[in-house]
């Protein structure tokens, strides 16, 4: 079993940075790919990106290919999401997700067997 709680959500301006966090309880979080998803209001939940257990290997979304990084620190359970060159289509409530299946995360939601209760990011000037 794997907690996950997601925090930095906010409001920033368009071309403005984020940095999210992820901690997840338990002593096998290196078991778990983690991946990143959004949802915004009237969208199905869509993926952001994932990073592998080791954090050796990560994909992204092309929808934010170049402008968001994740990385992983499994001595802190942690994992995050730097969102830079953030635009008002990057507004949504961004969650984290652990997949104990796939190595380097699954695409699709139903992949992953955890999830986090979401964090806002809301993109305005």
């Known amino acids: 079993q794997v907690q996950l709680v997601e925090s930095g959500g906010g409001l920033v301006q368009p071309g403005g940075s984020l940095r999210l966090s992820c901690a997840a309880s338990?002593?096998?979080?290196?078991?778990?790919?983690m991946g990143w998803f959004r949802q915004a209001p009237g969208k199905e939940r869509e993926f952001v990106g994932a990073?592998?257990?080791?954090?050796?290997?990560?994909y992204y979304a092309d929808s934010v290919k170049g402008r968001f990084t994740i990385s992983r620190d499994n001595a802190k359970n942690m994992v995050y999401l730097q969102m830079n060159s953030l635009k008002p289509a990057d507004t949504a409530v961004y969650y984290c997700?652990?997949?104990?299946?796939?190595?380097?995360?699954?695409?699709?939601?139903?992949?992953?067997?955890?999830w986090g209760q979401g964090t806002q990011v809301t993109v305005s000037s």
């Open positions: 997700a652990a997949d104990r299946t796939y190595s380097s995360g699954g695409y699709y939601s139903s992949e992953y067997d955890y």
């Open positions: 338990g002593r096998t979080f290196s078991s778990y790919a």
């Open positions: 990073i592998s257990r080791s954090g050796g290997s990560t």
